[in-house]
């Protein structure tokens, strides 16, 4: 796998990954512009108005969201959903549970529908509560197979990239089976904007993928890093011999060493 490591007055060009002067307006690999740098009062001011990676604001936090699923499903729903699209370890973890609870959910409320078709004694407007439940249900199912879908997909990009250190998209393409090496780019496009492959980036007109390393300062714990298996992701980490917890740096599941 190709690395790149950049110095105390360089960084990574945001198009193609290339390291360039932090004084440069142009990226002499690929041409594009950088963006200009925050103002030191409206940098300081995005800083601190958005959530640190991996936090969430409060309102995803599962004490609200299993509030609202209990008084108002729907908008309960609707949360979980925003925090699995944030919340990396979630969509690793949550597919198989989601799928089988909607299938329960829609399963019982479906059947209480048709109950309530053949019931003289059923309340007004009960036959819409349940088949509203049932759809609610049916959808989190379908949620919770399309993640497990993508949560399988992930765990192979990620072992062919970085347990295989692959650095060729076509030989990527290859190992999945897919002819359409286009697609795949994309795909690991996805991955990489997502979260699930930090610190990599794809170079478009060579098809290859650089891994990018950040120079090692002074403050790096000597001796040997313990290397270790994501249970979560399948991600080979590399972690100081003095940590006891940690996460993972592509799923962000937490570990005990």
């Known amino acids: 796998?190709?690395?790149?490591?950049?110095?105390?007055?360089?960084?990574?060009?945001?198009?193609?990954?290339?390291?360039?002067?932090?004084?440069?307006?142009?990226?002499?690999?690929?041409?594009?512009?950088?963006?200009?740098?925050?103002?030191?009062?409206?940098?300081?001011?995005?800083?601190?108005?958005?959530?640190q990676d991996g936090e969430?604001?409060?309102?995803?936090?599962?004490?609200?969201?299993?509030c609202l699923m209990i008084l108002f499903w729907p908008l309960g729903l609707y949360l979980l959903v925003m925090r699995m699209r944030?919340?990396?370890?979630?969509?690793?973890?949550?597919?198989?549970t989601l799928y089988i609870a909607g299938l329960v959910i829609g399963g019982v409320?479906?059947?209480?529908?048709?109950?309530?078709?053949?019931?003289?004694?059923?309340?007004?407007?009960?036959?819409?509560?349940?088949?509203?439940?049932?759809?609610?249900?049916?959808?989190?199912?379908?949620?919770?197979?399309?993640?497990k879908k993508l949560a399988a997909a992930t765990r192979r990009y990620i072992d062919i990239v970085v347990n295989q250190k692959q650095s060729s998209v076509d030989n990527v393409a290859s190992i999945v089976g897919n002819s359409d090496v286009q697609k795949v780019m994309r795909d690991l496009q996805d991955q990489i904007d997502a979260g699930f492959l930090k610190g990599y980036s794809i170079d478009w007109t060579t098809r290859e993928i650089t891994r990018h390393v950040a120079a090692a300062t002074s403050s790096t714990p000597s001796g040997p890093?313990?290397?270790?298996?994501?249970?979560?992701?399948?991600?080979?980490?590399?972690?100081?011999?003095?940590?006891?917890?940690?996460?993972?740096?592509?799923?962000?599941?937490?570990?005990?060493m």
């Not at 290339?18 to 041409?31: D, N, S, T």
């Not at 944030?86 to 198989?96: E, H, N, T, Y």
């Open 225 to 256: 890093p313990v290397v270790f298996s994501c249970k979560a992701c399948g991600a080979q980490n590399e972690v100081s011999n003095t940590t006891s917890s940690i996460k993972c740096d592509y799923c962000d599941s937490p570990h005990k």
């Open 56 to 66: 969430l604001p409060s309102y995803l936090g599962y004490p609200a969201i299993g």
């Open 1 to 51: 796998m190709a690395s790149k490591v950049k110095g105390p007055d360089e960084t990574f060009c945001e198009s193609c990954g290339a390291v360039i002067k932090l004084q440069a307006e142009l990226c002499p690999k690929c041409g594009v512009r950088r963006k200009p740098a925050p103002t030191a009062s409206g940098g300081q001011m995005a800083k601190q108005s958005l959530p």
């Open 109 to 147: 409320f479906a059947l209480a529908a048709i109950a309530a078709i053949g019931d003289p004694k059923s309340p007004p407007g009960a036959f819409i509560v349940f088949v509203v439940l049932a759809a609610g249900g049916f959808f989190l199912a379908r949620k919770g197979a399309n993640t």
């Open 86 to 96: 944030r919340d990396r370890s979630l969509q690793m973890a949550s597919g198989q």
